[in-house]
């Protein structure tokens, strides 16, 4: 079965990066997999079963020969991307669509690797029916996808449900074809594509398997009774969103091989859900009543329904929720710029989303991420309201929506207008939030030259746009005679200046010209330069609104290119 992975890449323990070369120790740095060599990996028979995404670094006729070996079938096969032992290129050789393409994307922003890209959607930025995210697509995919990628009419057929927003944006629902039909269902009743030629049929994954076993279950026993679980709803695996359990079996080998994303609850989480099939036995063992039903519940979040009470084989326990259509905006922080320092639950959270909406500049910051199955809108700077008024809208539709913000999205981002403009709009159109959180730019700044914010710390943004330039002020002198940090973000643009004059103005009256400060510009971005300087030294024309500047404190230490705050733990600091 062939499943789409939100969380695919790059997972350490599922990759392998086969190569002779030291150079290969660079891709490992960003992917955090081993190296095998060459001769080694040419005998490791079951290379394609114990691993999810191989990268080879050597010349690509290598690569074939040693693949060629292994059993070729495309619904098991991993990904594998073939990397130039100068690390120019790199070449997608199988998967593309199951993480080959976004690892090579990856290693574009990470490593500067241009990326080959053979698959023809991706090319056209087409949306790739496998690829459309919760949507599971059955049939004809090829020659449909044919008719998506040469822009060919094809007929929508929606039975009582919405259509992939992807979708909706390509083709009108009376649009007419009558050799390629795009069937879109729910898939409550089972449904199964008649493998008509020109016919694919689109259901939304909705169910949810939650999974309780002993630590000796094997692969084979809870596969058994997924199918023979899933086979009484009528339903097959192409139908599940993802898997739940108990924390401590999250790694466990039987629910691993199942392939799909599992999300994990701890005990205490679990005990809290009301289910029909407590058991005392699983308590006494793990300290919650119910695992199975439980995970599934919490798994399929808030109005979700158990539509398969909890069975049994010896070594384990499953049982199935269903998830109700209700839509989500997700605001996701993807950090300062590099994709190195963006959260993993941030790169699900991107994936998993049907519509991706940010300012043009973010959006850049996650291409890897993104795929042409997404519908991927973007905005000027200046049109924040459009931003969320649109992430609601699709939401309350029942769209999987996710709202990018540098950073973190509780940061002077996005977040915080988002309940706005909720409280505004009130809550008619039933929707999901959920704030994922990023690394903040003065984290990652921090972070180039020590441990300036290592003591107490104050965030101000010197942009009077909204807030009246009073209240700053007002908070600068309050704060300067403080022992805390200052950090500045917004700290001046090519239209405002003067803020930034007199916060410093401010400070030096009362922390001295001497007072030690860091600039931080373009972190972990193309042209990133740090350094630090004093309030007296300061060239205020070095500093823009891609900068960060943080003011150190009294405790604050400079030691030649480091810069950090001491927290007393010598008498000095008291
Ligand atoms: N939500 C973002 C902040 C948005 S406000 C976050 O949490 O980081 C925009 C300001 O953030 C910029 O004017 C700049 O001061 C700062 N900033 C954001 N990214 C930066 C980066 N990579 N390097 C330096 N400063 C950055």
Redesign the pocket.
């Known amino acids: 079965m062939s499943t789409y992975r939100p969380d695919f890449y790059p997972s350490a323990e599922k990759t392998v990066i086969i190569s002779n070369s030291p150079i290969a120790g660079e891709i490992s740095k960003v992917v955090g997999a081993r190296v095998l060599p060459l001769k080694e990996a040419f005998y490791h028979s079951s290379l394609f079963e114990h691993f999810e995404l191989v990268i080879y670094v050597c010349a690509v006729p290598i690569a074939v020969r040693a693949i060629a070996r292994l059993a070729l079938d495309k619904a098991k096969d991993p990904a594998v991307v073939c990397v130039d032992e100068t690390l120019a290129h790199c070449v997608v050789l199988l998967g593309a669509h199951k993480g080959g393409n976004q690892v090579a994307k990856y290693l574009e922003s990470t490593l500067k690797i241009r990326p080959v890209i053979t698959t023809a959607s991706d090319l056209n930025g087409k949306p790739a029916l496998d690829q459309i995210p919760t949507y599971f697509a059955q049939g004809d995919l090829a020659s449909v996808q044919r008719q998506i990628n040469e822009a060919k009419p094809v007929a929508l057929v929606a039975n009582s449900c919405g259509l992939p927003n992807v979708l909706e944006a390509l083709y009108t629902l009376d649009e007419r074809s009558q050799d390629y039909i795009i069937e879109i269902a729910r898939n409550d009743a089972g449904l199964r594509n008649d493998n008509n030629k020109g016919h694919v049929l689109l259901t939304k994954k909705r169910l949810v398997l939650g999974i309780g076993c002993s630590s000796d279950c094997s692969p084979d026993e809870l596969s058994k009774l997924v199918q023979e679980s899933l086979s009484v709803l009528n339903a097959d695996l192409g139908q599940v969103l993802c898997a739940a359990t108990i924390d401590i079996r999250k790694d466990h080998p039987a629910i691993v091989s199942l392939g799909l994303e599992v999300r994990a609850y701890g005990a205490d989480e679990l005990q809290e859900v009301r289910v029909p099939n407590p058991s005392k036995v699983v308590d006494d063992a793990v300290g919650t009543a119910s695992v199975a039903e439980a995970a599934c519940l919490l798994g399929a979040s808030s109005g979700s329904q158990l539509v398969l009470e909890k069975r049994r084989s010896p070594k384990a326990t499953l049982a199935i929720a269903q998830i109700q259509d209700r839509g989500v905006v997700s605001v996701v922080?993807v950090g300062?710029?590099s994709p190195l320092l963006r959260t993993r639950k941030s790169e699900i959270v991107l994936r998993m989303a049907e519509v991706v909406i940010g300012f043009e500049g973010y959006l850049n910051l996650c291409r890897d991420v993104l795929t042409p199955g997404q519908l991927q809108l973007s905005y000027k700077i200046g049109e924040e309201i459009d931003r969320v008024d649109r992430a609601i809208k699709e939401a309350s539709r029942g769209a999987t929506v996710a709202l990018v913000?540098?950073?973190?999205?509780g940061?002077?981002?996005m977040a915080s207008l988002l309940y706005e403009r909720r409280s505004i709009q009130g809550r008619a159109g039933s929707y999901d939030i959920e704030i994922v959180p990023?690394v903040?730019?003065?984290l990652?700044?921090a972070s180039t030259s020590g441990a300036i914010l290592g003591h107490d710390h104050a965030y101000i943004?010197l942009s009077d746009l909204l807030t009246p330039w009073a209240f700053i002020r007002d908070a600068l002198v309050n704060l300067a005679p403080t022992h805390l940090a200052l950090i500045?973000?917004?700290?001046r643009s090519k239209n405002r200046r003067h803020q930034f004059r007199e916060a410093m103005e401010i400070l030096k009256g009362v922390r001295g010209a001497d007072a030690p400060v860091l600039v931080?510009?373009?972190?972990?971005?193309v042209g990133q330069s740090t350094w630090i300087t004093s309030i007296g030294e300061l060239d205020e024309e070095s500093i823009d609104?891609?900068?960060?500047v943080i003011v150190g404190g009294p405790w604050t230490v400079v030691d030649e290119d480091i810069i950090y705050t001491r927290r007393g733990y010598d008498d000095s600091c008291n």
């Open positions: 922080g300062p710029g913000c540098s950073g973190d999205p940061v002077y981002a990023g903040t730019a003065a990652a700044a943004s500045f973000y917004n700290p931080a510009k373009a972190v972990s971005r609104m891609e900068t960060v």
